[in-house]
């Protein structure tokens, strides 16, 4: 279990935050603005308030064009980030967060840039005698309270809380769940969003985090 959710039976929608989105390419005829919080906020959770869902999900290996509120992901010198490499859980702040598998804390750190992870952990788990890592991205601060790298977690044990904006990234309040086989040696962070070019690179070393979750309708 990552949360309190019955995905078999609590109904959840599926968020769609390419450039398909036609609500995205009339943002502002909507009022719509992505770069302030809270009229993102209101966009998403009036959604799935009005299709009568719990929580909202999807996102893995999603061309999205929501990136392009924040610099974080468009420089001038590089491509812009775009693929987002992990699945995102749109529900209330103070949810809590569960460790799906047991593990232990490989690192964690507080991403604070706007449009960043913000309060971020990452866990170590070992499958088939192979390494396997998994991030929880926009939780409290005070879920960073007391951890430290190595601290164990057993499968179902309370992880963390997701968190508010402005402290978890500046975000609708979300959990952005994401697997890597590989940390390419970075800790407290890690790519969940890639460029178009190096899309294949990074869906190889992060495998469809529904693979675990097996949750209806994401592939």
């Known amino acids: 279990m990552l949360l309190p959710f019955d995905f078999k039976k609590d109904p959840y929608l599926i968020l769609d935050f390419s450039a398909t989105n036609p609500d995205l390419s009339s943002e502002h005829r909507l009022g719509l603005d992505l770069t302030d919080t809270t009229s993102f906020t209101n966009y998403v959770f009036g959604k799935i308030k009005a299709a009568g869902a719990k929580v909202g999900v999807g996102g893995y290996n999603e061309h999205r064009v929501i990136y392009r509120r924040s610099p974080h992901f468009n420089t001038s010198v590089d491509e812009p980030r775009e693929i987002h490499l992990g699945i995102d859980f749109w529900v209330d702040s103070g949810t809590p967060v569960f460790a799906p598998l047991a593990g232990t804390v490989h ?110 309708g994401l592939g």
């Not at 998994?134 to 951890?147: E, F, I, K, W």
């Not at 190595?150 to 179902?156: I, L, M, Q, Y």
């Open 107 to 216: 690192s964690f750190r507080d991403n604070a840039n706007f449009g960043d992870y913000g309060p971020t952990i990452i866990l170590e788990h070992v499958i088939d005698s192979k390494p396997l890592y998994s991030l929880y991205g926009h939780l409290t601060r005070q879920s960073l309270d007391g951890l430290y790298e190595g601290k164990e977690f057993n499968a179902g044990e309370k992880l963390a809380e997701i968190g508010p904006y402005p402290e978890n990234g500046d975000w609708p309040p979300h959990l952005h769940f994401q697997l890597m086989t590989d940390m390419l040696g970075l800790k407290g962070d890690f790519p969940g969003v890639c460029s178009v070019a190096d899309r294949a690179k990074f869906l190889f070393i992060c495998p469809n985090p529904n693979s675990l979750l097996a949750i209806a």
